[in-house]
């Protein structure tokens, strides 16, 4: 067998049935196999879904045990000579695998593959490729040291601003959305570490790819991640949850630096729990941003059958193109365009910020949004 997809969902039932799609176009001339662990989402995922997608293999867990001890649930049963780690609110390509396994072929000690991640409007997403958090890095990100200067490869190296996006390179970090593996690595190193509940796992399974003797490596290869990094930065349940996978990530791998590190992380906690209070009282006193007013834009609709798109999804007055001018909604109908085509369209007009994209499921009649939870 090839490839062996597996994917944790909790409470994304749209966007789960989305990942499968693309998943089943991607895989297709491939062997492999597809295996959903549910982490009790109580929402009738699985049900949703194990109907329309027979093929594949459901675990549902009685309690929500986390993200790195559902992954090991089905890493350990994997039987493709490759393993991808996937979000449930991704869209990917067959690009993605064909590529990412083409490397692998031609790359032996590469033991793991990223692709180049984009949130829902075409923007590349900064965490597809980052830096072992080293104390120094650590300091640079946690007191913003990254943001003022984010093309520095002294003080932005979190992120690797100063690498190229668009050309293969080898990294550190990869993210746990998009993680291809190959599946005898996965299993030598025993999956993800259970510490860690949400955040920290992916930092801390690259780390321990590269210290037993591969190398991770970011493909440019474009694929669709619907809430990346940012979309709980502004949560101080955030802010607290990553730093303190950090501080188990240090207490494991750096433990001579525990007591100078330690204080230090508290106080970017606290710094940073500060701004993210600042920053959502001004969200609420403040006029809302381009982005987020798009719910009154206007709409065009990508579709050879525009009009019984508009129908289903009662969208009134519509455009069938792009104008020149103005903001935006589009939707394009996935009926009539493979994963694939949505994630190019939207790559090609990602830096038009004009426009809001939205895909149309055209099996459910429902719009996959980036709003939606």
Not at 31 to 43: C, F, K
Not at 148 to 177: M, N, T, V
Not at 204 to 213: E, M, N, P, T, W
Not at 286 to 311: E, F, N, R, Y
Request: charged share 20%; with cysteine.
């Amino acid at each position: 067998m090839e490839l062996t997809v597996v994917i944790v969902n909790y409470r994304v039932k749209y966007l789960l049935e989305q990942t499968l799609r693309s998943v089943e176009e991607a895989m297709q001339g491939m062997t492999g196999e597809v295996i959903v662990v549910d982490n009790l989402s109580m929402d009738d995922s699985i049900a949703f879904s194990r109907e329309r997608h027979p093929d594949v293999t459901f675990i549902e867990n009685q309690e929500n045990v986390g993200f790195a001890r559902a992954n090991n649930q089905a890493i350990m049963q994997a039987r493709g000579e490759y393993t991808l780690i996937l979000n449930p609110d991704t869209i990917i390509t067959p690009q993605c695998l064909q590529e990412g396994i083409a490397w692998m072929q031609s790359h032996p000690k590469c033991g793991a593959i990223g692709a180049r991640m984009m949130d829902a409007n075409g923007v590349f997403l900064p965490e597809s490729k980052r830096a072992f958090p080293t104390p120094w890095v650590s300091f640079c990100k946690i007191f913003g040291l990254s943001k003022l200067f984010p093309r520095s490869p002294w003080f932005a190296k979190y992120h690797l601003r100063y690498l190229s996006d668009l050309e293969p390179q080898c990294i550190d970090i990869l993210s746990g959305a998009y993680m291809l593996c190959r599946t005898s690595v996965l299993q030598q190193l025993g999956g993800f570490d259970e510490d860690f509940f949400m955040y920290g796992e992916d930092i801390d399974l690259s780390y321990r790819i590269v210290r037993a003797g591969y190398e991770n490596w970011f493909l440019p290869t474009p694929m669709i991640h619907y809430k990346g990094e940012s979309t709980h930065k502004d949560s101080m349940r955030y802010v607290k949850v990553f730093y303190d996978a950090m501080l188990i990530f240090y207490r494991k791998h750096f433990p001579r630096f525990n007591v100078i590190f330690y204080p230090i992380v508290k106080l970017g906690v606290m710094v940073r729990a500060g701004l993210a209070m600042v920053r959502r009282l001004f969200k609420r006193v403040l006029p809302a941003g381009s982005k987020s007013a798009s719910v009154q834009w206007p709409w065009v609709i990508i579709s050879t059958d525009a009009a019984g798109v508009a129908q289903r999804t009662d969208i009134g007055e519509y455009k069938t193109s792009i104008p020149p001018a103005g903001c935006y909604n589009v939707l394009i109908d996935n009926g009539c365009h493979t994963c694939a085509q949505v994630v190019e369209y939207i790559r090609e007009h990602g830096d038009d910020h004009r426009l809001a994209f939205h895909i149309f499921a055209d099996q459910h009649g429902i719009i996959i949004s980036p709003k939606m939870s």
